[in-house]
Nanobody
């Protein structure tokens, strides 16, 4: 089993930056795919970014503003979010998959964190 714990969410104004962290524990591997998803009230969970090895993939809505990175020594994945917009408001979830293939579908991920709230005011 793998446990994921997110941190770093909060309330910020439009244009601000936040960095989310997700620390993995348990039977984790550096080869695991790590991803970030988000879910706004009344909406489905949507893909934000994922990284496997040296390859990162981003949703079009965050491309150029968000950056995903990993510190395998710390079993931690980060999501640096810049130029935040009110439409980025959501609960952000960290996810891990034992397969290194990059997926954008939530159902493909094996493990999930509890989520961290990000609220961007206009």
């Amino acid at each position: 089993q793998v446990q994921l714990v997110e941190s770093g969410g909060g309330l910020v104004q439009s244009g601000a930056s936040l960095r989310l962290s997700c620390t993995a524990s348990g039977r984790t591997r550096s080869s695991y795919l790590m991803g970030w998803f988000r879910q706004a009230p009344g909406k489905e969970r949507e893909f934000v970014a994922a990284k496997s090895g040296g390859t990162a993939v981003y949703a079009d809505s965050v491309k150029g503003r968000f950056n995903i990175s990993r510190d395998n020594a710390k079993n931690t994945v980060y999501l640096q979010m810049n130029s935040l917009k009110p439409e980025d408001t959501a609960v952000y979830y960290c996810a891990a998959d034992r397969d290194s293939t990059i997926w954008v579908i939530p159902a493909k991920y094996d493990y999930w964190g509890q989520g961290t709230q990000v609220t961007v005011s206009s």
